[in-house]
């Protein structure tokens, strides 16, 4: 395919270009994004928090899960629309850690994951792993890792809660490396673990970092550090979890894989740092690493080949976008990943999908607690985008040669009801809204095989977008609506569609339906079946996402 490069492939002889594409190439190399995958409770606010707190975007630990508190003692609508504003300024998060500008993008969780949650991982160029110590590998992260691994994203792994009795470490990266496929290598190794939690061992720089407890991790914690054949190590640490940890040592240093950043970089090697979020351990020794091995803003696929970050027009895509749910103000924001050149405000863009002209005038980029309005931002940055209604999920916007990225694949949802209109008079707008939502990516829309069956079926990721959905029907089209729900938890698209599945005949333990393009989807009530389909039926291949038709 065609690459389309940024400055060394130009003929560029205006001064004034030379010193932007040079200022854009700086930008770029300064820039680490990334977002966190977890299962609920793992610490990813409390990880979050200690970054900011590292990255001196806070002062005290604290804000972020007061911010969550608050959203966990919401409940009704027009309290939603607080959360709504809540999720909207933790979409991005960008701070500064020595030369480097940091975006941690927000991977909705808890009772908030969606589809938007997977998406928000096509926007990265980098995951963080974060796994409990007690608890190794959980469903909800690998389901994200499966969505990181379709774009060989570099994964970093952070081990966390040392300070409490967890699994065996080399129990973990076991763990890691049979089930995930990805070859480990330990950056640093813990001693001890729970009460007996004595520090980590850096394999960067070959020292000891010890671990005291100190208060509830507020402040950076302070470190003592001591060499590795320094001779008062083992008068700090009991004499067995010594000799354990030399043990350990030196079957990761012996038995273990060199570091192979290529390896990294295309998803197939995961660093593994080990701490406690909490009391802040191990946070800057993962910061520290993480910015010397993690990926800068990379290439992006469209219809021109791959875009370099560094070719001079500006270029991104919509990755998110959210709804306000207060009637009153009905706009919403489109979250754009810049791919390439520098966007600066009001700036004028197409818009591929419609040809449109458009002038960015009200961006803002959001950050921390406040929203801020910005003027410019680079490869790397979201920036989010009043959206008038002509954004749709995948969309890009350019500036110069005109140019499509790839898309947002469809994620397998894993709840379904058929959305009912009691109100036959309600007809064209209950039609008008479903159809509206789904361009907006809002739910995904299905509808049964069985042609006497003429109901919508709403297929989510999250039981929230099955709720924003109703929500909207009502408010913005003034359709009340009834759900069915459906007892089914898992879909797959048929690889080779109907003459596949007309192939194999009847199908036990599924039933069919079809997605918005007339596409043959699989529905099961668990994995159990989807396995006992797959065994029947060795032929049929099933796939878990789905890719985009316009
Ligand atoms: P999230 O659901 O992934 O955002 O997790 P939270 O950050 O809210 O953490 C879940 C719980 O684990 C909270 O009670 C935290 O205080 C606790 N926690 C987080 N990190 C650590 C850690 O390093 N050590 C211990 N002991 N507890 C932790």
């Excluded at 594409?21 to 793992?42: G, K, Q, Y």
């Excluded at 959206?387 to 949802?413: H, R, V």
Aim: with cysteine; proline share 5%; glycine share 6%.
């Amino acid at each position: 395919s065609l690459k389309v490069k940024g400055p060394l492939y130009n003929e560029v002889t205006d001064p004034s270009f030379l010193c932007m594409s040079s200022e854009l190439a700086t930008a770029v190399e300064s820039r680490r994004n990334f977002a966190i995958i977890s299962h609920p409770d793992a610490g990813k606010t409390t990880l979050t928090e200690k970054l900011l707190l590292y990255g001196g975007a806070i002062h005290e630990a604290g804000a972020v899960k007061a911010r969550r508190a608050q959203r966990h003692a919401t409940s009704d609508w027009m309290e939603m629309e607080q959360q709504r504003g809540i999720s909207i300024t933790s979409t991005v998060l960008q701070f500064a850690y020595q030369d480097c500008q940091i975006n941690l993008l927000d991977t909705p969780g808890h009772q908030d994951f969606s589809e938007d949650t997977y998406r928000t991982l096509a926007a990265a160029d980098n995951a963080v792993m974060l796994v409990d110590a007690a608890k190794g590998l959980e469903p909800q992260t690998r389901k994200l890792f499966e969505v990181c691994k379709l774009r060989s994203l570099p994964i970093f792994t952070f081990i966390n809660k040392l300070d409490r009795p967890g699994r065996e470490p080399l129990e973990l990266l076991d763990e890691i490396e049979q089930e995930l496929e990805l070859q480990t290598y330990a950056v640093n190794w813990p001693i001890g673990m729970g009460d007996r939690f004595k520090g980590v061992f850096d394999r960067r720089s070959r020292k000891i970092h010890l671990f005291e407890r100190s208060g509830h991790g507020r402040r950076e914690a302070k470190t003592t550090i001591v060499d590795i054949g320094d001779p008062k190590i083992e008068d700090l640490l009991d004499q067995d979890l010594y000799f354990q940890f030399k043990d350990e040592l030196e079957v990761i240093e012996e038995l273990g894989p060199e570091l192979d950043m290529e390896m990294v970089h295309a998803g197939l090697m995961t660093p593994i740092f080990f701490g406690s979020a909490m009391t802040n351990f191990g946070v800057e020794l993962f910061l520290e690493a993480f910015m010397d091995y993690a990926l800068k803003p990379c290439a992006y696929h469209s219809t021109l080949g791959d875009i370099e970050p560094t070719y001079e027009d500006f270029s991104g895509f919509v990755f998110k976008l959210q709804a306000n749910m207060d009637p009153k103000h009905r706009d919403r924001v489109a979250f754009i990943r810049v791919c390439s050149g520098k966007f600066e405000k009001d700036m004028t863009v197409s818009h591929a999908r419609t040809g449109k002209t458009i002038r960015l005038s009200r961006p803002q980029k959001l950050f921390a607690q406040g929203r801020a309005s910005i003027d410019e931002a680079y490869p790397g940055d979201v920036i989010g985008l009043n959206n008038p209604g002509m954004f749709a999920i995948g969309d890009t916007i350019f500036q110069g040669k005109k140019l499509e990225y790839d898309g947002i694949p469809c994620f397998s949802p894993e709840l379904f009801a058929y959305l009912k209109n009691p109100n036959p008079s309600k007809f064209k707008q209950f039609q008008k809204g479903i159809s509206e939502l789904r361009e907006e990516g809002a739910v995904q829309i299905m509808y049964s095989a069985d042609e006497s069956k003429r109901d919508p079926i709403l297929a989510a990721v999250g039981q929230l977008q099955i709720e924003v959905v109703q929500f909207r029907l009502q408010n913005e089209y003034g359709v009340e609506t009834r759900l069915e729900l459906l007892p089914y938890t898992v879909a797959r698209w048929v690889k080779d569609g109907w003459p596949a599945l007309e192939k194999v005949g009847r199908i036990f333990n599924a039933i069919t339906v079809k997605d918005s393009w007339d596409r043959p989807v699989l529905l099961f009530k668990n994995s159990w079946n989807l396995h006992q389909v797959n065994g029947d039926h060795p032929d049929l291949v099933l796939d878990a996402i789905a890719p985009v038709t316009s």
